[in-house]
């Protein structure tokens, strides 16, 4: 059996077609940086967003960057961020020159606990990334209503949430702003990296698209020290090739994730997503939660079953983080997720044979069940 992870080449070969038409659009109108194909998708990924603005960068790490910094966040500055996080949200934080203020996840849905935010608020905090992690939305109305009573910005960390609803609206819509990012592995994915803010602020959309190109608006007039940071004309065009099939990819990965949770009922020792009612996911993983997950790991993979875990050491058990001070045992529930969880195969071209072979290889470690 050979069930990869995710088959990143059998989702890009659909749109060959499509690619090569790209490539030979660009080539032909002589364009590489900052254009016409740049322009198109950003307009068409701010239609799908609902965010009136989208301005496409170098990547999703440099998307959250320039908003903290288009937002005027910087040196003596405080973001809440998620203690439970990929690194990135938290980088971005650095970059900008502000401290990250982890704040623990809900135990159920593993985003930011809109209960502990306000303990975590001090007279420096300007701004909450919230990440809708695993193409979950955070829980917003309490975050923006908490952020509205204390003057603070809210940021969504979108990079995994490609099309994911919260009450009905779209991740990117949701805050002040937004960051996504194009990462291939992505439920929209380039061909090598890439990036997007959304937002319906037209001042802070100014200033990003200022900031992300050398901080000028004008060619060698710099207003501010600004970025290198653009999406190419090259993987706009691919991007916008790959935006029709979002859509139909998200909801052939919501019928993987029903029959995963359907299938996987039940099963000691075995904690499955929990979707609350209002919540709509993209569905970017599946990830399941079990005591004994290296074990699980391992057995799959002897079985031919690609897992990945998302992710191993929280940020601010990183080396990366020493700065922090912060020991094991400081953020526990954070801990925890990241000593339990796995995420198991799920992609848009993967076969129903291969989802029941997952299903019933978990069921023969955990449950006993024969072969
Ligand atoms: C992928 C990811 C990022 C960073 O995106 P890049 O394009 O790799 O820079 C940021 N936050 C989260 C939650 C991510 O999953």
Request: no cysteine; hydrophobic share 20%; proline share 9%.
């Given at each position: 059996m050979n069930i990869p992870f995710l088959d990143l080449k059998s989702i890009n070969l659909r749109s060959a077609d499509a690619f090569s038409d790209a490539l030979t659009r660009v080539l032909d109108s002589g364009w590489l940086i900052l254009g016409k194909e740049t322009e198109a998708f950003e307009s068409e990924f701010s239609t799908y967003c609902e965010s009136g603005q989208c301005i496409g960068v170098g990547n999703g790490l440099e998307a959250l960057h320039l908003i903290l910094r288009g937002m005027g966040i910087g040196v003596g500055d405080e973001v809440i961020v998620p203690s439970?996080?990929?690194i990135a949200t938290w980088l971005a934080v650095n970059y900008a020159g502000a401290i990250p203020v982890p704040v623990e996840p809900?135990?159920?849905?593993?985003?930011?606990?809109p209960d502990r935010i306000e303990e975590a608020i001090t007279p420096r905090t300007k701004a909450i990334i919230v990440v809708h992690l695993y193409g979950q939305c955070a829980d917003m109305d309490p975050i923006m209503a908490i952020a509205e009573k204390h003057g603070l910005k809210v940021v969504e960390d979108a990079a995994q949430a490609h099309g994911a609803l919260y009450k009905g609206r779209k991740a990117g819509s949701l805050g002040d702003a937004a960051g996504f990012s194009f990462?291939?592995?992505?439920?929209?994915?380039?061909?090598g990296d890439g990036g997007a803010v959304t937002t319906s602020d037209t001042k802070l959309a100014q200033s990003i698209r200022m900031l992300r190109n050398?901080?000028?608006?004008?060619?060698?007039?710099?207003?501010?020290?600004?970025?290198?940071?653009r999406l190419d004309e090259l993987q706009a065009a691919f991007l916008s090739a790959k935006l029709q099939l979002l859509d139909s990819d998200n909801s052939r990965r919501a019928e993987i994730a029903e029959r995963y949770s359907e299938g996987l009922k039940?099963?000691?020792d075995l904690v499955l997503p929990h979707v609350p009612e209002w919540s709509s996911p993209a569905w970017h993983l599946y990830v399941v939660r079990n005591s004994q997950r290296g074990a699980l790991q391992d057995y799959l993979s002897s079985q031919g079953i690609g897992t990945v875990i998302?992710?191993?050491?929280?940020p601010h058990l990183q080396p990366a983080y020493a700065e922090l001070g912060k020991k094991e045992g400081d953020f526990p529930i954070a801990e925890i997720i990241h000593r339990e969880v796995l995420s198991l195969p799920l992609g848009p071209t993967m076969s129903d044979e291969d989802v029941e072979s997952v299903i019933h290889k978990v069921e023969v470690l955990l449950n006993g069940k024969s072969i």
């Open positions: 439970n996080t990929y809900d135990e159920q849905t593993y985003n930011i606990d990462y291939p592995g992505k439920n929209l994915g380039a061909l050398y901080g000028s608006e004008k060619k060698y007039h710099n207003l501010a020290k600004g970025y290198n940071s039940g099963i000691p998302h992710y191993p050491i929280p």
